[in-house]
């Protein structure tokens, strides 16, 4: 063979050579970046699998605990769990949404009692009264409120109003700031509008709002008692109802409204996989035996 005819072969030998080894990378490289992706898809269903874990936790309490009294003494309310599992850890804790401001009381345009209570809360928190008459005009069936606001929102919102599932469809009211809303969110909830009020886990700011007439000192005391002494009967809840307030004021008030036990829980739940952080926001129904605990529904994961 020729010098001429080797060094051509030499030369489609090298770019054969170079062609086979940027193949090869390629191939390497999509299988490292599938490989990647398989990984991370196997961490995310792990990572869920803990937020599970902890709901399965939730419920099996809630289970176990269904006498017709629920405090803040008890197990689901004084510990926040936090579990470490292979590679991470799953953390959150119980709360009682019953111990809260029912936001669907307002749907109820006949029960001025809520409606008066409301504007006593968010005067106490230090928001404006408007935003008591916009969420009230929110949730109040037929859509009523500021029409042209609700327009003017990208996509435009048709405000049909009536009860809500979740405290979150509040970010819609016209006029309602997010740390406004993040101000309120301890202190409402979103629930079937014959929800009683829990006064065994209900906080001052609730317990006052409701009570008109009652001192914020008689309120005070109220709670000290029960962290002792929770109300195990709804006769002994009236009778300190009726002793913290005027014989008028406990006349007119619906003593229907409050109770001593609670249906409705919520957990925030934070799930760790080796960096990685999921969160999910999980509401628990416990109706009464035999029906059983269950998940009502559920918001996330996020990261």
């Known amino acids: 063979m020729s010098r001429r005819n080797r060094g051509f072969v030499l030369v489609n030998a090298l770019v054969l050579v170079a062609a086979l080894s940027a193949v090869s990378l390629f191939l390497l490289a999509r299988a490292e970046g599938a490989r990647t992706r398989l990984a991370e898809g196997q961490g995310a269903v792990q990572t869920r699998l803990y937020l599970d874990a902890f709901e399965a936790l939730a419920l099996s309490m809630l289970t176990a605990d269904r006498g017709p009294v629920d405090h803040l ?25 019953q111990g809260r401001f029912n936001v669907n009381w307002l749907s109820n345009i006949e029960d001025l009692e809520a409606h008066a209570a409301f504007d006593r809360l ?17 949730v109040t069936p037929g859509g009523r409120g500021d029409i042209a606001a609700f327009a003017r929102n ?56 409701l009570l008109p007439g009652a001192s914020l000192t008689a309120v005070d005391r109220l709670i000290q008692n029960r962290a002792t002494d929770p109300f195990a009967s709804s006769e002994a809840l009236a009778t300190k109802l009726a002793s913290i307030m005027s014989a008028d004021a406990f006349k007119e008030l619906d003593e229907t409204r409050f109770g001593i036990g609670s ?24 109706p009464p035996p035999p029906a059983r605990v269950r998940v009502a529904y559920r918001l996330g994961a996020r990261p």
């Not at 968010?122 to 929110?138: E, H, Q, T």
């Not at 979740?166 to 509008?193: F, I, K, N, S, W």
């Not at 829980?265 to 960096?275: D, K, P, R, T, V």
């Open 73 to 97: 003494g008890e197990g689901w309310a004084t510990t926040r769990y936090t579990v470490p599992l292979d590679r991470g850890e799953v953390s959150g804790q119980l709360v009682d949404l």
């Open 263 to 286: 249906d409705w829980f919520h957990a925030e739940i934070a799930a760790e996989l080796e960096g990685r952080i999921l969160r999910r926001q999980t509401v628990f129904e416990r």
């Open 122 to 138: 968010l005067a106490d928190l230090g928001l404006p009264s408007a935003r008591a008459r916009a969420i009230i005009d929110f």
């Open 154 to 209: 990208v996509p435009a919102i048709n405000p049909v109003g009536g009860p809500i599932l979740m405290l979150e469809q509040l970010a819609d009211v016209p006029g309602l700031t997010g740390a406004e809303l993040a101000r309120l969110r301890p202190y409402l909830a979103a629930l079937p509008g014959d929800a009683t009020l829990n006064v065994n886990t209900a906080p001052a700011r609730v317990l006052y709002s």
